[in-house]
């Protein structure tokens, strides 16, 4: 494997992924989580088609055989599926834009670049969730 890649972070919800896009690779994306295993990204989301399909949307978006050129290594820490899925996306634009800076012109559009920072509202004192309260009784 051949150490020029680039490097991108992604975020979404409590989930951060780690994305080295190498080029003139097989179009191999692996996904590393925190315990230390490896799976290919169909392995990861498993029967998840549509959480798949939004993670690799930055490819599709380009053009169907984009993806084939690359091979990516990702790291996952934190959160599950849905975060991941976002984080992946937003981590595989910025790396392709840091390769060649013309693609955002084309990404833009599609909303692949934005950050997604709506999180987890914090449970306050005194209530049962964030904003869950207890019943009250009248008498």
Do not use: C
């Not at 179009?27 to 490896?38: R, S």
């Amino acid at each position: 494997m051949t150490t020029n890649y680039n490097y991108a972070v992604g975020r979404r919800k409590q989930t951060t992924a780690v994305v080295k896009l190498f080029g003139s690779g097989k179009g191999i994306i692996t996904i590393k989580k925190p315990n230390g295993k490896e799976l290919t990204i169909e392995e990861y989301f498993g029967g998840n088609k549509h959480m798949l399909d939004a993670a690799l949307m930055a490819f599709d978006v380009l053009w169907p055989e984009y993806r084939k050129q690359f091979d990516a290594h990702i790291t996952i820490s934190g959160g599950w599926l849905a975060g991941s899925a976002d984080a992946i996306k937003l981590g595989i634009s910025r790396a392709l834009i840091e390769r060649n800076s013309d693609l955002r012109t084309t990404l833009k559009p599609y909303g692949l670049l934005k950050r997604d920072d709506r999180v987890k509202e914090r449970k306050k004192p005194g209530l049962m969730k964030a904003r869950k309260s207890h019943k009250r009784s009248k008498r």
